[in-house]
């Protein structure tokens, strides 16, 4: 029996017990909300406070392509893999886009990109002697905004870590399907229109005359489900192997 609220029993000094059934969900859901909504603000604030400074930075532009390993991951897709009996693995995609780095410190940058990513996972079962495919393709136009730490060396050789907040808008959705010699392809509804992730990495810049070579690997982690069901946990989780060239 389901309710907010049941009456359990009487005490002995006669006051009413009650069970909260949703307590739980709710409080799970409160908290999810501040999260997401401390990260934003902590973003806004930092690089507000940053702005300033801008107009006094050295700045370089530049573009990047990637190798994306990504896969889903969150409470209830792991219910689901425990379901099936079969988990879900990492899907390969691409990424590329832009970058602007405002240099404001010989060891630290604020790097805002603007990147085309592919995301999802896929699944392989086998079923009465026949392999089932499962595709989950999602795109994003993704926005993130990067404090870079620059470890000063001589020479042309610059490594770096990096970290920050990225939001996900989304483009598609769509789930595929392969199971003896068949196919079907979907869009994937009740999926939300955005994804707040934390990127964190590591890269080497090389000197290339006036540019720079760039090489990183990071992982962007999502924060938030990417259903729009309240109780479902499904989030997004990419690893990224970038290779771009600043001017």
Request: proline share 2%; with cysteine; charged share 25%.
């Amino acid at each position: 029996m389901k309710q907010d609220c049941i009456l359990k029993g009487v005490d002995a000094r006669g006051g009413a017990k009650f069970l909260f059934c949703g307590f739980k969900n709710s409080v799970k859901r409160s908290f999810k909300m501040k999260r997401t909504i401390t990260i934003i603000l902590t973003g806004v604030i930092t690089f507000m406070l940053l702005l300033q400074n801008l107009s006094l930075a050295e700045i370089r532009g530049g573009v990047k392509v990637a190798l994306n390993s990504a896969k889903l991951h969150g409470e209830d897709v792991e219910d689901f893999e425990d379901l099936l009996g079969a988990g879900l693995d990492s899907k390969l995609g691409f990424c590329f886009g832009g970058f602007v780095t405002f240099s404001m410190h010989e060891m630290f940058a604020i790097q805002p990109e603007v990147l085309y990513t592919m995301k999802g996972a896929k699944m392989e079962e086998s079923i009465m002697g026949e392999t089932l495919y499962v595709w989950v393709n999602l795109t994003y136009l993704e926005i993130p905004v990067l404090a870079k730490l620059q470890i000063p060396t001589q020479g042309g050789v610059k490594p770096s870590i990096f970290a920050g907040p990225a939001l996900g808008i989304k483009l598609s959705g769509k789930i595929k399907a392969e199971y003896a010699g068949e196919s079907e392809e979907e869009d994937l509804e009740d999926m939300k229109n955005t994804d707040l992730g934390l990127v964190i990495g590591g890269g080497i810049d090389f000197g290339l005359g006036k540019g720079m070579l760039i090489v990183d690997l990071r992982y962007t982690l999502g924060l938030s489900s990417i259903s729009e069901f309240e109780d479902e946990d499904v989030k997004n989780g990419v690893f990224s192997l970038m290779v771009g060239i600043s001017f």
